[in-house]
DNA sequence: GCCGGGATCGTCT
DNA sequence: GACGATCCCGGCA
Protein backbone atom coordinates (compact mmCIF):
# COMPACT_ATOMS: atom_id res chain seq x y z
CA UNK A 1 0.00 0.00 0.00
CA UNK A 2 1.76 3.40 -1.18
CA UNK A 3 0.58 6.59 -1.05
CA UNK A 4 -0.16 8.56 -4.76
CA UNK A 5 2.56 11.21 -5.09
CA UNK A 6 2.73 14.68 -7.38
CA UNK A 7 4.00 12.84 -9.52
CA UNK A 8 0.80 11.21 -10.38
CA UNK A 9 -1.70 14.63 -11.89
CA UNK A 10 0.94 16.03 -13.70
CA UNK A 11 -0.03 14.24 -16.62
CA UNK A 12 -3.12 14.81 -19.15
CA UNK A 13 -6.52 14.16 -17.43
CA UNK A 14 -7.14 11.68 -20.21
CA UNK A 15 -4.49 9.24 -18.70
CA UNK A 16 -4.95 10.14 -15.32
CA UNK A 17 -8.82 9.50 -16.00
CA UNK A 18 -7.81 5.87 -16.91
CA UNK A 19 -5.47 5.52 -14.09
CA UNK A 20 -7.80 6.39 -11.04
CA UNK A 21 -10.31 3.23 -11.08
CA UNK A 22 -8.71 1.09 -8.67
CA UNK A 23 -7.19 3.27 -6.44
CA UNK A 24 -8.60 4.24 -2.87
CA UNK A 25 -9.79 8.01 -1.98
CA UNK A 26 -9.12 8.68 1.98
CA UNK A 27 -11.13 11.56 3.64
CA UNK A 28 -10.26 12.32 6.69
CA UNK A 29 -12.31 15.45 8.71
CA UNK A 30 -13.31 16.07 12.09
CA UNK A 31 -16.24 14.09 11.84
CA UNK A 32 -13.93 10.57 11.01
CA UNK A 33 -12.62 8.82 8.41
CA UNK A 34 -14.27 7.60 5.49
CA UNK A 35 -12.85 5.95 2.23
CA UNK A 36 -13.26 4.07 -0.99
CA UNK A 37 -12.51 2.77 -4.21
CA UNK A 38 -12.74 4.97 -7.04
CA UNK A 39 -14.91 2.98 -9.53
CA UNK A 40 -15.76 5.63 -12.17
CA UNK A 41 -14.00 8.93 -13.58
CA UNK A 42 -14.52 11.17 -16.27
CA UNK A 43 -11.74 13.01 -18.16
CA UNK A 44 -12.09 16.93 -19.11
CA UNK A 45 -9.26 18.34 -21.12
CA UNK A 46 -9.09 21.74 -20.40
CA UNK A 47 -9.11 24.33 -23.89
CA UNK A 48 -9.42 21.45 -26.13
CA UNK A 49 -12.53 20.17 -24.63
CA UNK A 50 -16.09 22.23 -25.07
CA UNK A 51 -17.50 20.50 -21.89
CA UNK A 52 -14.62 21.67 -19.65
CA UNK A 53 -15.22 24.82 -17.51
CA UNK A 54 -11.49 25.55 -17.96
CA UNK A 55 -11.92 25.41 -21.68
CA UNK A 56 -12.69 29.20 -22.39
CA UNK A 57 -10.46 30.34 -20.38
CA UNK A 58 -9.48 31.56 -16.00
CA UNK A 59 -12.55 32.67 -14.45
CA UNK A 60 -12.55 33.09 -10.49
CA UNK A 61 -14.23 29.83 -10.44
CA UNK A 62 -11.66 27.72 -12.58
CA UNK A 63 -8.66 29.35 -10.90
CA UNK A 64 -7.55 26.19 -9.04
CA UNK A 65 -7.35 24.39 -12.65
CA UNK A 66 -4.29 27.02 -13.68
CA UNK A 67 -1.97 25.70 -11.19
CA UNK A 68 0.20 22.30 -11.23
CA UNK A 69 -2.00 19.39 -11.02
CA UNK A 70 -2.66 17.72 -7.35
CA UNK A 71 -5.32 19.71 -6.17
CA UNK A 72 -9.21 19.23 -5.83
CA UNK A 73 -11.48 21.75 -8.06
CA UNK A 74 -14.76 21.41 -5.84
CA UNK A 75 -17.73 22.90 -7.63
CA UNK A 76 -21.55 23.67 -6.96
CA UNK A 77 -23.99 21.85 -9.26
CA UNK A 78 -27.79 23.09 -9.57
CA UNK A 79 -27.76 24.86 -6.74
CA UNK A 80 -27.63 21.92 -4.80
CA UNK A 81 -24.93 19.67 -5.01
CA UNK A 82 -21.05 19.40 -4.89
CA UNK A 83 -18.85 17.54 -7.06
CA UNK A 84 -15.01 16.47 -6.50
CA UNK A 85 -12.38 16.79 -9.43
CA UNK A 86 -8.54 16.37 -9.51
CA UNK A 87 -6.92 19.04 -10.80
CA UNK A 88 -3.89 17.26 -13.58
CA UNK A 89 -0.89 18.81 -15.70
CA UNK A 90 0.88 21.85 -15.42
CA UNK A 91 -0.88 25.31 -14.85
CA UNK A 92 -0.88 26.09 -18.89
CA UNK A 93 -2.99 23.03 -19.47
CA UNK A 94 -6.14 23.40 -17.29
CA UNK A 95 -7.19 19.95 -17.15
CA UNK A 96 -9.36 17.61 -14.47
CA UNK A 97 -10.58 14.84 -13.34
CA UNK A 98 -14.50 14.64 -12.26
CA UNK A 99 -15.13 11.70 -9.35
CA UNK A 100 -17.97 10.01 -10.28
CA UNK A 101 -18.50 7.13 -7.85
CA UNK A 102 -16.76 5.29 -5.59
CA UNK A 103 -17.49 1.64 -3.73
CA UNK A 104 -17.50 2.43 0.00
CA UNK A 105 -14.86 1.22 2.09
CA UNK A 106 -14.27 2.64 6.04
CA UNK A 107 -16.23 4.77 7.56
CA UNK A 108 -19.53 3.52 6.41
CA UNK A 109 -21.26 4.36 9.67
CA UNK A 110 -20.60 7.97 9.27
CA UNK A 111 -21.23 7.89 5.53
CA UNK A 112 -24.84 6.19 6.42
CA UNK A 113 -25.60 9.02 8.29
CA UNK A 114 -24.49 11.83 5.88
CA UNK A 115 -26.38 10.62 3.16
CA UNK A 116 -29.32 9.21 5.43
CA UNK A 117 -29.69 6.18 3.96
CA UNK A 118 -28.18 2.96 5.34
CA UNK A 119 -28.34 1.18 1.40
CA UNK A 120 -24.52 0.71 0.63
CA UNK A 121 -25.35 1.45 -3.20
CA UNK A 122 -26.50 4.84 -2.66
CA UNK A 123 -24.09 6.10 -0.69
CA UNK A 124 -21.28 7.69 -3.63
CA UNK A 125 -22.59 5.88 -6.54
CA UNK A 126 -22.77 9.73 -8.19
CA UNK A 127 -20.59 12.70 -8.02
CA UNK A 128 -23.15 14.59 -5.64
CA UNK A 129 -23.36 11.68 -3.94
CA UNK A 130 -19.60 11.15 -2.77
CA UNK A 131 -19.36 14.59 -1.87
CA UNK A 132 -22.55 14.09 0.54
CA UNK A 133 -20.86 11.23 2.17
CA UNK A 134 -17.51 12.39 2.51
CA UNK A 135 -18.31 15.69 3.48
CA UNK A 136 -17.06 17.32 0.98
CA UNK A 137 -17.92 21.04 0.17
CA UNK A 138 -16.69 24.42 -1.24
CA UNK A 139 -13.79 24.25 2.02
CA UNK A 140 -12.50 21.59 -0.12
CA UNK A 141 -12.25 24.30 -2.94
CA UNK A 142 -8.14 23.52 -3.65
CA UNK A 143 -7.14 21.40 -1.07
CA UNK A 144 -3.90 19.44 -1.59
CA UNK A 145 -4.58 15.71 -2.79
CA UNK A 146 -1.44 14.79 -1.88
CA UNK A 147 -2.07 16.41 2.12
CA UNK A 148 -3.80 14.61 5.47
CA UNK A 149 -7.52 15.18 4.44
CA UNK A 150 -7.46 14.38 1.26
CA UNK A 151 -5.05 11.73 -0.37
CA UNK A 152 -4.66 8.66 -2.09
CA UNK A 153 -3.76 5.14 -1.78
CA UNK A 154 -2.99 2.27 -4.45
CA UNK A 155 -2.85 -1.53 -2.99
CA UNK A 156 -2.33 -2.40 -6.98
CA UNK A 157 -5.52 -3.85 -7.70
CA UNK A 158 -5.82 -2.87 -11.35
CA UNK A 159 -9.94 -3.16 -12.15
CA UNK A 160 -11.67 -4.44 -15.64
CA UNK A 161 -12.10 -0.68 -17.19
CA UNK A 162 -14.60 0.08 -19.85
CA UNK A 163 -14.82 3.21 -21.95
CA UNK A 164 -18.55 5.47 -22.67
CA UNK A 165 -19.53 8.36 -23.49
CA UNK A 166 -19.64 11.15 -20.44
CA UNK A 167 -22.76 12.09 -18.76
CA UNK A 168 -25.11 15.47 -19.29
CA UNK A 169 -22.75 16.92 -21.42
CA UNK A 170 -25.21 16.53 -24.72
CA UNK A 171 -24.71 20.61 -25.02
CA UNK A 172 -20.65 20.13 -25.81
CA UNK A 173 -21.39 19.40 -30.03
CA UNK A 174 -18.22 17.44 -30.41
CA UNK A 175 -17.03 16.95 -27.08
CA UNK A 176 -20.21 15.33 -26.06
CA UNK A 177 -19.38 12.47 -27.81
CA UNK A 178 -15.95 11.74 -26.78
CA UNK A 179 -15.83 8.34 -25.21
CA UNK A 180 -13.59 9.95 -22.14
CA UNK A 181 -15.87 8.36 -19.34
CA UNK A 182 -14.22 5.38 -17.62
CA UNK A 183 -15.78 2.73 -15.16
CA UNK A 184 -15.51 -0.61 -13.59
CA UNK A 185 -16.95 -3.01 -15.55
CA UNK A 186 -20.15 -4.90 -13.86
CA UNK A 187 -19.41 -2.83 -10.51
CA UNK A 188 -22.42 -2.73 -8.96
CA UNK A 189 -21.32 1.13 -7.38
CA UNK A 190 -21.15 2.80 -10.51
CA UNK A 191 -23.47 5.28 -11.59
CA UNK A 192 -25.57 5.62 -14.42
CA UNK A 193 -25.56 1.69 -15.26
CA UNK A 194 -27.73 2.17 -18.27
CA UNK A 195 -25.01 4.41 -20.17
CA UNK A 196 -22.45 1.58 -21.61
C1' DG B 1 -38.34 -1.18 -12.15
C1' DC B 2 -38.80 2.97 -15.22
C1' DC B 3 -39.88 7.69 -16.14
C1' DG B 4 -40.78 12.67 -15.54
C1' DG B 5 -40.48 16.76 -13.06
C1' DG B 6 -38.96 19.88 -9.48
C1' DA B 7 -35.54 21.68 -6.31
C1' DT B 8 -32.22 25.78 -5.98
C1' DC B 9 -28.32 29.19 -6.61
C1' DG B 10 -23.57 30.32 -8.13
C1' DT B 11 -21.51 31.46 -12.29
C1' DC B 12 -20.90 33.60 -16.55
C1' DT B 13 -23.08 36.36 -20.44
C1' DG C 1 -31.27 36.51 -16.76
C1' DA C 2 -30.43 31.72 -18.18
C1' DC C 3 -28.66 27.50 -17.20
C1' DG C 4 -26.39 23.42 -15.50
C1' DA C 5 -20.19 17.66 -15.18
C1' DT C 6 -27.34 16.03 -10.12
C1' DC C 7 -30.42 13.80 -7.05
C1' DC C 8 -34.76 12.48 -5.09
C1' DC C 9 -39.49 11.51 -5.00
C1' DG C 10 -43.90 10.32 -6.66
C1' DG C 11 -46.71 8.00 -10.08
C1' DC C 12 -47.47 4.16 -12.69
C1' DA C 13 -46.65 -0.74 -13.87
Redesign the pocket.
Known sequence: MTRVGKDFYMRDSLTVARELPGKILVRASSEGICSGRIVET?A?MGFKDK????C?GK????EVLFKAGGLA?V???????F?L?FSTNSPDKPE?V?I?ALEPLEGMELMKKR???DIVE?LC????????ALGIG?ECNGEDLCGERLFLLDDGFVPDIAASR????D??GDAAEYEWRFYVRANRFV?CR?IK
Open positions: EYAAHSRTPRTYYLIYGMYCNCLRRGTNSGPGKLCGRRVNVYASN
